[in-house]
């Protein structure tokens, strides 16, 4: 296969821009700095990237593993407020009042 494969849509860098073929990507994630080329989401990436030009694997793949390493989503915070579970009040039943 080809690292000249395009994505089907462009991949919007950060600071303007767009990665439009498997090369662009590839080319980007190198010249990261050594401590953000070894984060998993980066990790997931390239090897996305070797198995679509390589291997012929799914250019889709390549593309949502780039969007994720580059936009990554923030920790989920859970607020629990609630001291007991819904499921757990000790309400009656109509039929049974």
């Known amino acids: 296969m080809s690292w000249d494969r395009p ?8 600071d303007g821009g767009a990665l439009k073929r ?7 994630i190198s010249a990261l700095s050594e401590k953000e080329h070894g984060a998993k989401e980066w990790q997931t990436a390239m090897h996305c ?3 679509a030009a390589d291997n012929g ?4 793949f ?3 593993s780039m969007m994720q390493a580059l ?3 923030g920790t989920p915070v ?6 007991a579970p819904k499921w757990r009040n000790n309400h ?3 039929r049974d009042r």
């Open 71 to 73: 936009y990554p989503k």
């Open 62 to 64: 390549a593309r949502i």
């Open 92 to 94: 009656k039943l109509a």
């Open 49 to 51: 990237l070797l198995q």
């Open 7 to 14: 994505f089907a849509d462009p991949i919007p860098l950060p």
């Open 57 to 60: 694997g799914p250019i889709e």
């Open 22 to 28: 498997l090369l662009d990507a590839g080319a980007y």
């Open 78 to 83: 859970y607020h629990y407020v609630d001291k």
